[in-house]
């Protein structure tokens, strides 16, 4: 049923208080393409758990809410599951039904907020595992020609916190099939302080299960709550630049931390430079930058949307005045 004027608050992690003119909650894919059908050509946001969006307006369209459900195995052989689950359920739900049965890849993932059909679309990634690493296929329906189609892992092109989905929005990913490890699972514990956190635990062997424990008390540890306070994760992706860039920046400031993706190519935490760049901390009117984690930003109370946005414009232009750096937005800007 489409309802009138209904409040978005709920349905983002950033709590902005704006309104869908029109707004709907699809639990099937028979209910996905009757809506598409009935709206033809009406202006429509396909939205999951609304944690990596930022509205700065009211929405003038229609926002349709997909909420379909269900987890099923496809296949198994003695290494590997297959899992497909639909693009309502949630994606840390997902994750810990992995581990139940079992099913490693995506214990470094735990705790990532949203559902498991926006995983694509920016390939989800933390501690050094992505959405792609164990990527087999995703159903997508599309709204322009009604077709429904698989993408395999070169159709999705996925890249650095983006794919195929995060430019053409005329794709909607309707389940995502995974291809996960029943056992000798290599585990990934070479990235954002795991070794140390087991160290402290005294855990020798870890299996699937200790990584996630691990990750998630990391994750709370350093990442503010969306249930508490409303922010949308990394506002930023992490810039790439070439040595050169580096090393001019080593002048001004010691000791950039840098990780080399190949031999010409390096990542700088974005956290960093916003560090270094005296915002860390810095709090205005209900709104802010996170006072540990400097790619968060942070709504307190009921700040307006277009503020948040306002901001991350004002940190990319002082950013580019010091480090003659562009930053790129990872959340998405309604
Ligand atoms: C505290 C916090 C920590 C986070 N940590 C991480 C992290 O470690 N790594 C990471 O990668 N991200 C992280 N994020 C960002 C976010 O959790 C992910 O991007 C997540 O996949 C978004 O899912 P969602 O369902 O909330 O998407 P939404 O915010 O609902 O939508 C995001 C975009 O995807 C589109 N979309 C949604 N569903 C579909 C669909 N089925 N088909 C096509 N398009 C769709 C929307 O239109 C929108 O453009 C974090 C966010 C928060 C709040």
């Known amino acids: ?23 709907v909650e699809i639990n099937s894919k028979e209910e996905l393409i009757h809506i598409v059908n009935v709206i033809k050509n009406k202006k429509a946001l396909f939205l999951g758990g609304g944690s990596n969006i930022l509205f700065t307006k009211d929405f003038d369209g229609i926002v349709i809410h997909l909420n379909m459900k269900g987890i099923k195995y496809e296949n198994s052989n003695s290494e590997n599951t297959i899992v497909k689950a639909n693009a309502g359920e949630n994606w840390n739900k997902f994750v810990e039904f992995c581990l139940e049965n079992n099913l ?19 390939n989800i990634g933390a501690y050094g595992v992505e959405l792609k690493d164990v990527f087999l296929s995703c159903e997508v329906f599309n709204k322009d020609d009604l077709s429904t189609k698989e993408y395999n892992i070169k159709d999705c092109k996925f890249g650095y916190r983006s794919s195929i989905f ?45 990584i996630s424990n691990v990750v998630c008390n990391i994750r709370k540890r350093k990442l503010p709550d969306p249930e508490e306070i409303g922010n ?21 400031f010691n000791n950039i931390p840098f990780y ?18 005296g915002l860390k901390g810095k709090e205005f009117n209900g709104f802010g930058i996170h006072k540990s984690q400097p790619l968060v930003l942070i709504n307190y109370g009921d700040a307006k949307g277009h503020d948040i946005y306002k901001l991350s414009l004002t940190i990319k232009e002082i ?14 800007i309604i």
Do not use: C, R
């Open 1 to 23: 049923m489409i309802k009138q004027n209904v409040s978005l608050k709920k349905y983002n992690s950033f709590n902005i208080d704006v309104k869908a003119k029109e707004f």
């Open 104 to 122: 490693g890849g995506i214990e470094n993932l735990s705790l990532i907020p949203g559902n498991v059909g926006s995983a694509p679309v920016q």
């Open 166 to 210: 995060k430019e053409n929005k005329s794709l909607i990913i309707l389940s995502v099939t995974l291809k996960l490890k029943n056992k000798n699972h290599n585990i990934n514990s070479s990235y954002g302080g795991i070794k140390e956190e087991l160290i402290k635990l005294n855990i020798k062997t870890p299996n699937i299960k200790d």
């Open 232 to 252: 949308a994760g990394s506002f930023f992706k992490n810039p790439v630049v070439k040595k050169e860039k580096i090393d001019w920046i080593n002048e001004k």
């Open 260 to 277: 080399k993706i190949d031999e010409e190519n390096y990542k700088i935490p974005a956290a960093w430079l916003i560090e270094q760049a």
């Open 319 to 332: 950013i580019f005045k010091i480090f003659k750096i562009e930053l790129e937005t990872e959340v998405n």
